[in-house]
């Protein structure tokens, strides 16, 4: 345990760049994504609103659907990942995958944001649920992958520009790891998305009036 600590600590090193600039995207597209419900339109507020009333609603009244709410958020978040890893192979995919990353983050922002204009504090209750701990370790494990994919990418690049033999294989081995991990690891959040978020609201909805 404390050699794999020790690795993650190097690579956290080895890597600082570039997580402190993706954090600043990440903080970034909070923000927006919180600022961005306010000024848009009374009649896109309210139906933002209208959707996230009918999710509670569906959650309260036991409607909700698990076998699409399930496939909708594999499809969602492993589209999303297999998008990134693959622009991480194209000599063009960083600022592709540097927007898509600034996405993911505006969402989040969005999301808590819409949930406290309707219900205001209990809405701050309700975005917790729905945000806490999945969308953080999702954006945490995007956060591995979009740096793996600018790598890759930026290393390509620099071959082609500098004329150097890389290693594809050595880079590639990699990659696909992290890959593997980042999948398994949206298999288990999407499970508690679909499944433990909707119980949890309806227990905090009996509790909150």
């Not at 036991?62 to 958020?73: F, M, S």
């Not at 589209?79 to 194209?90: D, H, K, N, P, Y």
């Not at 945490?140 to 793996?148: A, G, S």
């Not at 398994?184 to 009036?209: D, G, N, R």
């Amino acid at each position: 345990m404390n050699k794999v600590m020790d690795k993650l600590k190097e690579k956290a090193k080895a890597n600082k760049r570039i997580i402190l600039f993706l954090s600043g995207i990440s903080l970034i597209g909070l923000i927006f994504g919180s600022i961005f419900i306010t000024i848009i339109s009374k009649t896109d507020q309210n139906l933002v609103q209208s959707y996230i009333e009918n999710f509670i609603n569906n959650i309260q009244n036991g409607k909700l659907n698990y076998v699409d709410a399930i496939k909708n958020t594999l499809v969602s978040h492993l589209s999303f990942s297999s998008v990134i890893w693959i622009l991480g192979i194209s000599i063009i995919g960083i600022p592709i995958v540097l927007f898509l990353y600034f996405t993911k983050s505006f969402m989040i922002g969005f999301s808590i944001a819409s949930f406290i204009l309707k219900y205001k504090f209990k809405g701050v209750l309700y975005a917790v649920i729905y945000i806490f701990p999945h969308h953080l370790i999702n954006l945490i494990v995007f956060t591995l992958l979009t740096i793996y994919s600018i790598k890759f990418s930026y290393y390509l690049l620099n071959s082609i520009i500098k004329k150097k033999t890389i290693h594809l294989k050595s880079l590639m081995n990699p990659y696909l790891s992290v890959l593997v991990i980042v999948v398994i690891t949206l298999l288990i959040t999407s499970l508690y998305e679909t499944f433990a978020v909707p119980y949890f609201l309806k227990q905090l909805l009996h509790v909150v009036k």
